[in-house]
């Protein structure tokens, strides 16, 4: 089965640059996607990463070691919009069953 | 921009009430999901769905779920009969192709009463 673990809440002021951590456990690794989730609105894409390295995607960055199960989405230029929760996420084996991990709440403040 | 279309937006009902959650996902699109997030809690997998069957299912997808694409461009999911747990946001979403990025609707908001 797959577990995911990232931190609950993170707060960050508005400019600044933000990293937000993911660990997972995979029987089958398949990539990784991170998601952007407003309150009261459905997840939208970030990123998806299958092979180690970072991958540069205008203010937002994502990276993968898949040696060490780990991700983390990097946030520059921080702006208030970005307040929301960062869902990180793997496929399973099939690629049909995507496991999502519990979110980090992203508080940007002035 | 195509996107994922939900209906309805909002959904009450008495509990032992069947429920239809109706989408319409992106037309080109293949593979097709359902997903529910309970207030303050993680999204989590319901099922998948490619080529007219149920290609995966999680261990909450129990006989009370259903789903159908009755048509060439929507895809319902059904709650037989309701239970209070089954309050929750249902979001549809549709990709491309498998391990492709997933295009979500803006959910349906059930609550069982």
């Known amino acids: 089965g797959q577990n995911i673990d990232q931190p609950t809440e993170m707060t960050a002021t508005e400019g600044a640059i933000v990293q937000i951590n993911c660990t997972y456990q995979?029987?089958?690794?398949?990539?990784l996607f991170w998601y952007q989730q407003h309150a009261g609105e459905a997840p939208t894409f970030l990123s998806y990463?299958?092979?180690?390295g970072l991958e540069e995607k205008g203010r937002f960055s994502s990276f993968l070691s898949r040696s060490k199960g780990y991700s983390y989405l990097l946030l520059k230029e921080l702006q208030m919009k970005d307040s929301a929760s960062y869902l990180c996420?793997?496929?399973?084996?099939?690629?049909?069953?995507?496991?999502f991990g519990i979110g980090t709440k992203l508080q940007v403040i002035p | 921009e195509p996107e994922v279309t939900q209906t309805p937006s909002h959904q009450v009902t008495q509990m032992g009430q069947e429920v239809i959650l109706r989408c319409v996902p992106i037309?080109?699109?293949?593979?097709f999901y359902w997903y529910r997030q309970i207030l303050g809690q993680k999204v989590e997998f319901l099922v998948s769905?490619?080529?007219?069957?149920?290609?995966?299912k999680s261990e909450i997808f129990d006989d009370q779920f259903s789903v159908e694409r009755p048509d060439g461009s929507n895809f319902t999911l059904k709650i037989r009969s309701t239970k209070l747990e089954d309050s929750a946001m249902y979001f549809c979403?549709?990709?491309?192709?498998?391990?492709?990025?997933?295009?979500f609707g803006q959910g349906t908001r059930l609550t069982v009463v």
């Open positions: 979403a549709s990709a491309l192709d498998r391990g492709a990025e997933a295009f």
């Open positions: 996420a793997v496929p399973s084996g099939g690629y049909q069953k995507v496991t």
């Open positions: 037309s080109n699109h293949l593979y």
């Open positions: 769905f490619y080529n007219n069957e149920i290609s995966e």
């Open positions: 995979t029987s089958g690794f398949n990539g």
């Open positions: 990463n299958v092979l180690d």
